[in-house]
Each structure stands twice: as structure tokens, then as C-alpha cells.
């Protein structure tokens, strides 16, 4: 449906990273003349630059802007095009929608902005639109980043995008400086119980922990090596710049109560608030980018925690010490003014939940009824109807079935709420790299 250019992963390239941003061409005139004689010199000299077929004088040529996006399933991007309507059913949205398809409701294809994509599936490149999510069907943040990033900056850019479904910080993404994996006394104990063979099993742990940072790694410099390949326009006289990394995981982690054994109590998650920051410095360190600016993407799904429903009450803690312990590195000395926290949970949309919540109370009367009155599929899509007619109004039947994609767990794979996160990125992005927005 949308076309992407696919290119192969190439062989392994562990080379130096290196820009010519530093080299670039800066046309510089040195004269001995007066001031007012300098002046005429440089008017004469722009106006013939200008008038002689349109060449301009480059006085300073802007490096390549890249920024590296990594995490994985929400990084990748569970919502499916067709919610992109949905964004549009609300005036706060709307202008979002304006900035990523055409007059004719089409996605639009970014002219300055490219992406190269690492997943499970392989590599995808080409410039920028709907499709670089999960699949050629869905999107995720990366596409309104790129749009709003490039409206803020007026330059051209370049994401190198690296998202896994189902992986941890604590293992799969797990960096150098953070050390080894340790299984905890309680999981020891748990393993031992279940008659399992601890030494096959730290095996297992070791060849596993760090390798998805070390596939990231592998990736951006490959790409950095190839930016032609992928950027057709691109000038390697004038280089790139290494502009930035957003990181977008989460879940993973919070649900696993065999790392985090006191996840339910405050300061539960230290140890992934460790981890990040240790995983910051390393990826600095590896990319040779010391204060690379870096965008935390902080988990919300289900929304703020003082709003959640009545079946949502008994995770409220968990999600809140998990958010905090993610958020944490944004805070740390060593991170002040180059590391921000962006809270997703504010783009959650609440109407949705509330029309969720009642249509899977609908989906258990269903069951109930089918479990007392053996009902074929026929009789229980016919009474889902009827209940769903008497629950819903039709514009919120039609916010359902617009909106809504996916589970919660991938923010519904809803559009408005992705796209806005993708935009939130992008502006504390700019924030970091001091950029009029």
C-alpha cells in the first residue's frame, strides 16, 4: 500500500563513526579593504551568486540531522492506518492530522525527512510516511517526530529506527556498564523448586543479556556508514550530525515481578532507573557522542493513574513506581539539561477507555448468556449488537471503530494517541537542542 525501498542488512561494520560536519565547506573572504568597501564587495558578490542561474552562496552548509529511535513494541508502532481518521474526529488533533496527509486525507511522503528501519522483519528504508511501524499497516511515533522535528529544525533528517516486540532493559537491551544479569535469592529459590537446571539456565541469561543493545549499536553504525544509500541527496561534504536518541520501552520490564520482586513498593524499579542511566552512558560512549541528547519516552499506558477506572484501581502503584523509577535518569545531575522525561500517559485518550470499559462488559454479558444458553455465533453477534445499540450512541460506536486498533497494552493501537506522542517527542527533542519551536 505504501512503498518503501527495501534494502538488505549489510555485513557487520565496526568502524570508527566519523562526520565532516567539522570539514565542512565555509566559503571565507579574507580582504585588507574598509568596511564600507567590504560590504559592496559582498553585495556584488550575492547578487551575481543569485542572478547567475540561481546558484546561492553557501556560507556555512548544515551537516545531516540524525536522531536514533530504539525500544520495542511501542517504539515500533501498533496503530493501524485507518485510525488516522480518528485524529481528525477531534479539534485538538486535527492540526496533527493537517501535517501528515494530503488535502485528499493520504499520507503524505515526507520530502526531507528519510528512515531506516531494523526489526524483527528485517530492514525497511525510504523517506518518511505512514507504514514504518509493525507493519506496512501501522505507525508508530517515528512519523510525527520526523514531521514535526523537521518543521522545527527546516533542515533535512535522517531517523535511524531499531524497535523489538517483548524486550527488557534488564536483559535484551541490558549495556556494558550495567554490568552482568544477576538472578535474585528468590529466583534462585523458584528455579531450584521447579527441579530446572540453574547452570543451563544463567547460560541462557548470559548469551541473551545485552544482545539487542549490541544489535542497536550494530545498526546505527552501519547506517551512519551508508547514509548515501539511504538519503540519496546527501552530501558527504557536509557531513552529519549525530542530533539525538528517543528511547520507547517499558513494558517488558514492568510486568516482570521475578526482576523487580518489590516492584509493588516505592523504589521497587531502581533498578531499571540504574539501568537506563547506565545504558545513556554507554550508548554516548560507543557513539562517541558524549552529550547526545536523549529523550526518555516514559510508559502511560492506561493514562494518568488518578483517573483510572475502577478495574484499573489495583495496578495503580505498580504503574506509578515504574513510571517514576523510568523518568528518574531525567533528574540525575549528570543528565541535567541533556536527558528529558516525556510523559505518554498524558496523550492517553480517556473517552476511549471509558467506551472500552462498557464494550467488554457487553463482550461478558455475551459470554454469559452463550454459557446459560448455548447461543450459536449467530444469536451472540445479533445480542452484541442489541446491547451495544442500547449502550453506545452512534458517534461513539464510530470513535470505537475508528479509533481503536489494538490493545491497551499498545495504546490502543489508536493513531491520536500515537501521533501525539511522536509530536511530544519531537518538541522535547527541540527543548534539548535549544530550537525555536
Known amino acids: 500500500m505504501y512503498t518503501r525501498n527495501q534494502k538488505p542488512l549489510a555485513g557487520q561494520d565496526t568502524g570508527v563513526l566519523s562526520s565532516a560536519s567539522s570539514t565542512r565547506p565555509f566559503h571565507h573572504f579574507r580582504t585588507t579593504r574598509p568596511g564600507w568597501e567590504q560590504c559592496l564587495l559582498w553585495t556584488l558578490l550575492i547578487g551575481f551568486a543569485v542572478g547567475a542561474g540561481g546558484y546561492s552562496l553557501n556560507v556555512e552548509a548544515k551537516p545531516l540531522k540524525v536522531f536514533v529511535l530504539v525500544g520495542q513494541s511501542n517504539m515500533q508502532g501498533h496503530a493501524h492506518v485507518r485510525t488516522l481518521e480518528h485524529v481528525g474526529m477531534d479539534p485538538e488533533t486535527a492540526p496533527i492530522l493537517h501535517d501528515l496527509t494530503d488535502s485528499n486525507g493520504k499520507p503524505r511522503v515526507s520530502e526531507n525527512v528519510w528512515i531506516t528501519y531494523l526489526s524483527s522483519q528485517g530492514v525497511v528504508s525510504g523517506q518518511l510516511t505512514a507504514g514504518f511501524g509493525a507493519s506496512e499497516e501501522k505507525i508508530g511515533p517515528e512519523w510525527s517526530f520526523g514531521v514535526f522535528m523537521q518543521k522545527m529544525l527546516d533542515e533535512p533528517i535522517l531517523l535511524i529506527k531499531a524497535a523489538w516486540g517483548g524486550k527488557s532493559l534488564n536483559t535484551d537491551f541490558r549495556s556494558p556498564s550495567s554490568g552482568p544479569y544477576v538472578f535474585n535469592s528468590g529466583q534462585l529459590e523458584n528455579f531450584t523448586k ?244
Not at 483517573?307 to 513506581?321: D, E, F, S, T, V
Request: with cysteine.
Open 194 to 437: 521447579q527441579g530446572k537446571d540453574l547452570d543451563a539456565i544463567k547460560r541462557e541469561k548470559a548469551e541473551a543479556t545485552g544482545h539487542y543493545y549490541r544489535e542497536t549499536l550494530t545498526f546505527v553504525k552501519k547506517s551512519l556508514n551508508q547514509i548515501q544509500e539511504i538519503c540519496p541527496d546527501y552530501k558527504p561534504d557536509e557531513g552529519y550530525e549525530l542530533a539525538g536518541m528517543v528511547w520507547f520501552q517499558g513494558w517488558n520490564d514492568m510486568v516482570d515481578r521475578g526482576a523487580y520482586p518489590e516492584r509493588d513498593k516505592p523504589g521497587g524499579y531502581d533498578a531499571y532507573s540504574d539501568a537506563l542511566a547506565h545504558f545513556i552512558l554507554d550508548v554516548r560512549k560507543d557513539l562517541e557522542a558524549p552529550k547526545l541528547p536523549f529523550v526518555i519516552g516514559v510508559l502511560g499506558v492506561g493514562g494518568p493513574v488518578d483517573l483510572y477506572l475502577p478495574g484499573q484501581q489495583r495496578y495503580k502503584g505498580i504503574h506509578q513506581n515504574y513510571r517514576d523509577a523510568m523518568a528518574a535518569p531525567a533528574s540525575m545531575p549528570e543528565f541535567r539539561g541533556n536527558v528529558a522525561a516525556v510523559l505518554t500517559e498524558l496523550y492517553w485518550d480517556q473517552e476511549l477507555t471509558r467506551l472500552r470499559a462498557r464494550q467488554n462488559e457487553i463482550n461478558q454479558q455475551v459470554r454469559e448468556a452463550q454459557s446459560e444458553k448455548s447461543l450459536s455465533r449467530e444469536e451472540q453477534e445479533k445480542l452484541r449488537e442489541q446491547l451495544s445499540k442500547e449502550a453506545f450512541t452512534a458517534e461513539e460506536l464510530l470513535a470505537l471503530e475508528k479509533g481503536v486498533s489494538n490493545g491497551e497494552y499498545h495504546y490502543l493501537g489508536s493513531a491520536k494517541i500515537l501521533t501525539q506522542i511522536g509530536k511530544a517527542f519531537a518538541e522535547s527533542m527541540a527543548s534539548l537542542l535549544h530550537v525555536d519551536k
